[in-house]
């Protein structure tokens, strides 16, 4: 620049070349630099701000979520309080009914026992081979032998086995709890052909248990109370292959069972 131009001609190129902003090369450069780096500024702040919103969407997204499944969680919880509050109070009843049935249980086994004692009081004196009185599964067995009731190929009692039949009505009289079940058994000999009214083993087996069931009720037990039955040789307490044995088999058994109704009416319950 000619420095030797006068003062107004040196201003006005001044105020020309700041005017139209025309810079020196060294200036061009140091704008392009600092162009190029707002350019680069610019964008790296419009990148941030998309990363922001992204991540802001992102955890609103993750926040309703996470209530939703906070709710939820809520819920279940809430719904296996009250399905724990339903299964205790359940569990609370289930106890108070087997509470309940153990109750009746036990009281049956001590009538069942007490039974089985006034039983045995009462046909004390018998012969022990003829007349036996056992507890087996809840159930007073009272079993007497051929011997001591009929005559072979009878169906008379005998005179000493109605006084033990009479005795045992006596001591079941006015016991309406206990149901009488009385089981005629033979052993495997056929009857003699042509005893009168019989074809075979249960017919004897029956018409001796038809006629203990008379003594009995005519001793005094309700009729509804007893029941006749007979198993002819099928059902053996030992095997028929000795006189000794075959004994054994010939036999009736009077099996007292208590009535459960009460503990039927518990199990109804469940």
């Not at 060294?26 to 964008?43: F, G, H, I, P, W």
């Not at 040789?233 to 459960?260: F, G, H, M, S, W």
């Amino acid at each position: 620049m000619n420095l030797n131009l006068p003062r107004t001609a040196l201003l006005t190129l001044l105020s020309a070349g700041i005017l139209t902003g025309t810079p020196s090369c060294v200036s061009q450069k140091k704008y392009m630099a600092l162009q190029t780096q707002r350019d680069e500024l610019t964008k790296s702040r419009d990148q941030l701000q998309a990363e922001k919103a992204a991540l802001e969407q992102e955890k609103a997204q993750s926040e309703e979520q996470l209530r939703n499944n906070l709710l939820s969680k809520n819920q279940q919880v809430n719904q296996l309080n009250a399905n724990l509050g339903s299964t205790q109070e359940q569990l609370k009843e289930r106890e108070a009914r087997l509470a309940e049935m153990q109750r009746v249980l036990e009281q049956k086994d001590q009538a069942v026992k007490n039974l089985r004692q006034k039983v045995a009081d009462a046909l004390l004196g018998f012969n022990a081979n003829d007349l036996q009185v056992n507890l087996k599964n809840g159930k007073v067995y009272v079993s007497l032998s051929e011997q001591l009731l009929f005559k072979s190929g009878s169906t008379k009692v005998d005179p000493k086995g109605q006084e033990a039949l009479k005795k045992l009505a006596t001591a079941l009289k006015g016991n309406q709890d206990v149901n009488v079940l009385v089981e005629g058994h033979t052993d495997n000999v056929p009857i003699a052909r042509g005893t009168a009214g019989m074809r075979d083993n249960w017919d004897l087996s029956v018409l001796r248990a038809t006629e203990i069931t008379r003594i009995l009720t005519t001793a005094g037990l309700p009729a509804s109370q007893v029941t006749p039955s007979g198993r002819a040789q099928y059902l053996p307490v030992a095997t028929n292959d000795t006189p000794a044995n075959k004994a054994l088999n010939r036999r009736t058994e009077i099996i007292l069972t208590p009535k459960l109704d009460e503990l039927f009416q518990i199990l109804e319950q469940n």
